[in-house]
């Protein structure tokens, strides 16, 4: 079970200090308390054999992942999901075991590639967000470039080599005014920070490919939403000041037109995450050395079918039955694109990828979640959650 209060604070920190704490999240037996796997120092022989020991799997098809991110939004769904559906004995039966650190700490990836065989990589941490990379751009490259290349160092070294999956973004389409967007479309005209370095790690992904033969599967998230998300979203901080009788600011484009997201909600990705993973082929090379071509796959994962903000700004009113103070105003120039739209037919027919969640229905769910979660009467939320998927 989750505490509450470290889940506010791990969120938070996935949406603003994720730079420089990040997380990585191994099948595992029950632990102790998040606590003390922080106290406990990594390398010792006590912390090496809970790793292993975590590692364990019960058949040879049963997949050893190492998940980044496992504290951010989608990280700590789809390790909850990969822990449900029992791959990895022990993870099976209870908890998980969380080592705390920096992916940029390659002393401590080593270690844990020492340690563990691990057959894939669920890349999930980053410094996420579009509007922030202006005020912090720094802990984009950190994160999404530096602690990107850090961990394929790792795993083109290992032997065997993993399999990654990691997490692109919608955000990489920039100024493509071509709907929907599919993966064929350009990426050379990112509108923020954020999306050039998601680009960054594209271009970098290939070239591990290219040169180590490492499977890499890249999946293109379109603006992820639901319980447990992310306070630094538009659809999270305005149920917020909505309850509050707070403005909120709805941006419009210059000439009067609709801003629209492609919204995705979190169980929908989780299944398009672990379907990238159940059809990842191999990596061919070991110990850094590249023995033959290796899968390289991009996908979007959207819901394909774009909705405006003033629209979500209208479900929320609803489901809250509190009429929102909205300032309209025009988009400012800080990295926002006008819309996105995915064409998911790529990710239908080769991951079985079929989103199923209409924006009312995933808000509906985000908003009891919302309420219950920050209910003063609510003793322990977690265990009442509305999320389907835990
Ligand atoms: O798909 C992605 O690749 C990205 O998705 C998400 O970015 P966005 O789609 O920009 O989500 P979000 O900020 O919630 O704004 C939603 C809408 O509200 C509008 N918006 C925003 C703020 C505001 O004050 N007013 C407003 O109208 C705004 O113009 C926009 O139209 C992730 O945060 C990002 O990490 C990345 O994963």
């Keep these: 079970m989750i505490h509450r209060l470290r889940l506010s604070k791990l969120t938070l920190w996935s949406s603003i200090f994720l730079a420089?704490?990040?997380?990585?999240?191994?099948?595992?037996?029950?632990?102790?308390?998040?606590?003390?796997?922080?106290?406990?120092?990594?390398?010792?022989?006590?912390?090496?054999?809970?790793?292993?020991?975590?590692?364990?799997?019960?058949?040879?098809?049963?997949?050893?992942v190492l998940v980044t991110g496992a504290a951010g939004f989608i990280g700590c769904h789809v390790s909850l999901s990969l822990k449900q559906r029992?791959?990895?004995?022990?993870?099976?039966?209870?908890?998980?075991?969380?080592?705390?650190?920096?992916?940029?700490?390659?002393?401590?990836?080593?270690?844990?590639?020492?340690?563990?065989?691990?057959?894939?990589?669920?890349?999930?941490?980053?410094?996420a967000g579009v509007r922030y990379a202006m005020q912090n751009p720094h802990s984009y490259v950190h994160s999404n470039v530096a602690g990107f290349v850090n961990l394929l160092e790792a795993s083109k070294d290992a032997n065997p080599q993993p399999a990654i999956v990691w997490a692109s973004s919608s955000s990489v389409y920039g100024l493509n005014s071509k709907v929907p967007f599919s993966e064929k479309d350009r990426t050379d005209q990112p509108a923020s920070l954020y999306a050039a370095t998601k680009k960054a790690g594209e271009a970098i992904a290939h070239s591990y490919n290219h040169i180590y033969g490492l499977s890499i599967t890249g999946l293109r998230f379109f603006t992820v939403y639901g319980p447990w998300g992310r306070p630094d979203m538009a659809y999270f901080f305005f149920t917020k000041d909505i309850l509050k009788g707070k403005q909120i600011t709805v941006f419009e484009a210059a000439d009067g037109g609709t801003v629209a997201r492609d919204f995705t909600y979190i169980d929908d990705i989780v299944k398009g995450c672990l379907g990238a993973l159940d059809t990842a082929k191999r990596s061919t090379g070991s110990g850094g050395k590249k023995k033959?071509?290796?899968?390289?796959?991009?996908?979007?994962?959207?819901?394909?079918?774009?909705?405006?903000?003033s629209?979500?700004?209208?479900?929320?009113?609803?489901?809250?039955?509190?009429?929102?103070?909205?300032?309209?105003?025009?988009?400012?120039?800080?990295?926002?694109?006008?819309?996105?739209?995915?064409?998911?037919?790529?990710?239908?027919?080769?991951?079985?990828y079929m989103p199923t969640t209409d924006l009312e229905t995933g808000l509906s769910n985000f908003v009891k979640w919302y309420l219950d979660f920050y209910s003063p009467s609510t003793k322990n939320p977690a265990s009442s959650s509305s999320s389907s998927s835990w």
Excluded at 91 to 114: H, M, P
Excluded at 292 to 309: D, W
Aim: aromatic share 8%; glycine share 6%; proline share 5%.
């Design 20 to 64: 420089f704490i990040l997380f990585f999240f191994i099948l595992s037996p029950p632990s102790p308390s998040p606590a003390a796997n922080r106290r406990e120092s990594w390398g010792s022989h006590h912390w090496e054999k809970r790793v292993t020991k975590s590692a364990c799997r019960n058949s040879d098809s049963g997949f050893t």
């Design 292 to 309: 033959g071509p290796a899968q390289f796959r991009i996908y979007n994962l959207g819901n394909t079918s774009p909705v405006a903000v």
């Design 311 to 352: 629209e979500l700004v209208r479900i929320l009113e609803k489901l809250l039955k509190v009429k929102a103070k909205k300032k309209v105003m025009v988009m400012p120039r800080n990295g926002d694109v006008q819309f996105t739209h995915a064409n998911i037919s790529r990710a239908h027919r080769e991951l079985g």
């Design 86 to 127: 029992g791959d990895g004995k022990v993870l099976s039966r209870a908890g998980v075991f969380v080592v705390e650190g920096d992916i940029n700490d390659a002393a401590l990836i080593r270690k844990l590639f020492d340690v563990v065989h691990f057959t894939h990589v669920m890349h999930l941490a980053a410094q």
